[in-house]
Every structure is written in structure tokens, then in C-alpha cells.
């Protein structure tokens, strides 16, 4: 049987789709995203069975991505592994689901009697990689491995492919070597695009800590010139809010790509879509790390809705954004 493969490029998606690829080793590896899906699915009529790891269902698209699978699931086998919230009432025979997880451990789990024992430290990987190494089968699975090698390891990998970016060609060879379970640390040069990604991600800590802008519920920054989601983090820490946000500009889409980072105490991806979409973007992901898409035109009113959204949420735990932010 042919096999194709549709994995996102994060730390996570590249641990996940290196589990699958090591299941089915004659796989076709494509790295999709949650707006790219319904057309990324097209590909899988050539094949005789699709795996989807770590893609959310964008809400918006979401009855058009189940309608596609449901369609094809009859003529070919569809295993689709994913943590993300799901939107309300979706369910199907081929969709593996857990938000206490990841895609990696997920993947492993679903796979794990086709799959070496040893291949659990590519799990742990996307684990770290995804803020996931307390998730209940995480902490099964650290027992077998040194923590300290575990986390060199996982922490090469997710600083080294932040030089890749859109670099798809790159992080394909890097997914087909975790399937071998070779270390990152051997990967070619990713040791040493992690040690430049660390001093990039210093400099980008300084310039956040000097730009940072504040709202009443939220801290944000614009062209931090670095890493997005590491911006965001560092909007909300240097901020002092409960949630931080990058926007990025994208000349050729004229947009903002924002990622967004909050405290436990805001389960803010609903929020988050809700006003994305209200002004013509869209946006969704994990209740504490999300991202999305804004027109450039309508980013800073993007951002007073959303500040409000926050606020009333807060407001409606009887909190607010001061006393979340310092505890």
C-alpha cells in the first residue's frame, strides 16, 4: 500500500511525521498547516492510505476537512492524530484525538507495536518541543531515557530547525533521520543553526523587553525581527499580561501573522478566532499558545477587540489582568 503522509513543521509535527515515516518507510512526507489542508488532501487520492499528524482543525474549515475525509475513507485507509481542540461536535471513525498530548506521543502511541521501543525518545522530542513533557504519557515514557541527554537533544532540535523556517526541503531530511532515530545532534549542521538560533533569540529577548506595548489585558509587538512565537512569550513576560502576541508582517499577502502566547488562567483560542474572524482573518490553536492571520489594515482593531475579549473573560473569573500577570 502507498502511503502519504501530511505532518505540520514544528518540533512536533517533524517528531510525529518521523514516527509515521518509520511505520511506513516508502511514505510521501508533505508539510501542511490547518488552512492548507483541504487543498494538501487533494494529493492523497494517488495514495492508498493517508496519515495526518498535528494539524489542527481550523474552525472555519473544519466541516470542509471532515467532509473530504469522510468521502475518501471509504476507498482508503485515513489515520488522522491530532491535540488540538477540536470544534464543537466533530467526531469520525479515522480521527485519533487527546488534548492532554501531543502529535508525537500521539503518533507513538498509536503505532507503538510497529514501531522499536527505542523510538520513544523521537516522541519525547516533540514532547518538549511542544511544552508536553508532563502530559500523562510523556511521563511514562521519560523513565526509559537520562533526562539531561533527552532534553539536549529535543533542545537542538527545536532551536536548530528555527533557522529552517519555510526551509521545507531542510526539515524533510531531518524528519527521514528521526525515523532512523539518529540523534539532532548528528543531524547534519543542526547543532550549529541551534547555537545560532540561541544568539538570535537573545537578541530578540532585548529588543521585545524595549519595544514591548501594552494594553489593558494584553502586551504585544510588531516586527520584532525574530521568532514569532518566542516574541510572543517574551511580550507577555516583559509586558507583565496574561497574554502576549507578535504580529509579523507579510509584504506579499499584506498581512500580520501573529502567534500568541497566555497564562493558564486565559483559555483564549476561541477568543482569538472569534476576533480574527470578525475582521476579516482567522486564528485558533491551544487555549494557552495559538496563531493566526490578520489583514494589515485592520491589525490594531484586531487587537482592541481582542484586548476587550481577554478582559471580559477574566472579568468573568472574578480576575484580572495585573492580578493574573504577577500572581
Not at 83 to 105: K, N
Not at 149 to 156: D, F, I, K
Not at 216 to 239: C, D, H, L, T
Request: aromatic share 8%.
Amino acid at each position: 500500500m502507498t502511503t502519504l503522509i501530511l505532518t505540520h513543521a514544528d518540533t512536533d509535527g517533524l517528531c510525529s511525521g518521523a514516527l509515521a515515516r518509520a511505520v511506513y518507510g516508502d511514505a510521501r512526507v508533505m508539510f501542511s498547516n490547518p488552512v492548507s489542508l483541504p487543498a494538501d488532501i487533494r494529493y492523497a487520492g494517488e495514495y492508498d492510505r493517508l496519515v495526518v499528524c498535528d494539524i489542527a482543525f481550523d474552525l472555519s474549515l473544519a466541516g470542509t476537512v471532515k467532509k473530504m475525509l469522510d468521502e475518501i475513507s471509504g476507498a482508503k485507509e485515513i489515520v488522522y492524530l491530532d491535540h488540538h481542540p477540536l470544534p464543537r461536535e466533530l467526531s469520525a471513525p479515522w480521527l485519533v484525538h487527546d488534548t492532554d498530548s501531543c502529535g508525537s506521543l500521539l503518533t507513538f502511541d498509536h503505532f507503538r507495536r510497529a514501531l522499536d521501543a527505542n523510538m520513544s525518545r523521537v516522541a519525547m522530542y516533540g514532547a518538549i518541543g511542544d511544552y508536553r513533557d508532563n502530559a500523562p504519557l510523556a511521563r511514562g515514557l521519560v523513565r526509559r531515557w537520562d533526562k539531561r541527554s533527552l532534553y539536549y537533544q529535543a533542545g537542538t532540535l527545536s532551536q536548530g530547525i528555527e533557522m529552517a523556517r519555510k526551509d521545507y526541503d531542510y526539515k524533510r531530511l531531518v524528519l527521514e533521520r528521526l525515523a532512523k532515530n539518529e540523534l539532532p545532534s548528528e543531524i547534519g549542521d543542526l547543532s550549529r543553526q541551534a547555537v545560532a538560533a540561541s544568539r538570535l533569540e537573545e537578541g530578540l529577548r532585548d529588543r521585545v523587553e524595549r519595544t514591548v506595548e501594552r494594553m489593558q489585558n494584553i502586551a504585544y509587538v510588531i516586527n520584532p525581527e525574530g521568532f514569532i512565537s518566542k516574541a510572543a512569550i517574551y511580550a507577555r513576560i516583559y509586558g507583565d499580561r496574561p497574554v502576549g502576541i507578535c504580529a509579523d508582517y507579510r509584504k506579499y499577502r499584506d498581512v500580520y501573522d501573529i502567534s500568541v502566547r497566555s497564562t493558564p488562567e486565559v483559555a483564549m483560542n476561541e477568543l482569538l478566532n472569534a476576533s480574527a474572524v470578525r475582521f476579516g482573518g482567522y486564528g485558533g490553536g491551544h487555549p494557552m499558545a495559538g496563531g493566526g492571520r490578520i489583514p494589515a489594515d485592520r491589525l490594531h482593531q484586531f487587537l482592541a477587540d481582542f484586548d476587550r475579549q481577554i478582559g471580559r473573560a477574566l472579568a468573568g473569573k472574578g480576575q484580572t489582568a495585573i492580578s493574573v500577570a504577577t500572581g
